[in-house]
């Protein structure tokens, strides 16, 4: 299974984006999606997870201004807003137990930037 991000791009401090990750097969059953990000100069942090149960968790730094979703692992998507100049990141998704017909993984995308300026 992989996974394709996208919806990156370039935005003014206060704007918005959404991003995306599509699967490349049919998911039967999955644990948990994930958004991370990772800043020039830092390590790749945990942003949000849903899980296939549809509970939710957030880093604090992005709670009530992003929401991640899923349409049932088929696309997982992030919806940021206010954003800040402290949210530019490459960020990545990541599936945990990500099973199609035939095999199960754990598998990140390919990550896609997020630039914010004030």
């Known amino acids: 299974v992989q996974l394709q991000a996208s919806g990156g791009g370039s935005v003014q401090a206060g704007g918005s984006l959404r991003l995306s990750c599509t699967t490349s097969?049919?998911?039967?059953?999955?644990?948990?999606m994930s958004w991370y990000r990772q800043a020039p100069g830092n390590q790749r942090e945990l942003v949000a997870r849903?899980?296939?149960?549809?509970?939710t968790n957030y880093v604090d730094a992005v709670r009530g201004r992003f929401t991640i979703s899923t349409d049932n692992a088929k696309t997982l998507y992030l919806q940021m807003t206010s954003l800040k100049r402290e949210d530019t990141a490459v960020y990545y998704c990541?599936?945990?137990?990500?099973?199609?017909?035939?095999?199960?993984?754990?598998?990140w995308g390919q990550g896609t930037l997020v630039t914010v300026s004030s």
């Open positions: 990541f599936g945990l137990g990500l099973c199609s017909v035939s095999v199960c993984s754990n598998t």
């Open positions: 097969r049919r998911i039967v059953r999955w644990d948990t």
């Open positions: 849903i899980t296939s149960a549809g509970n």
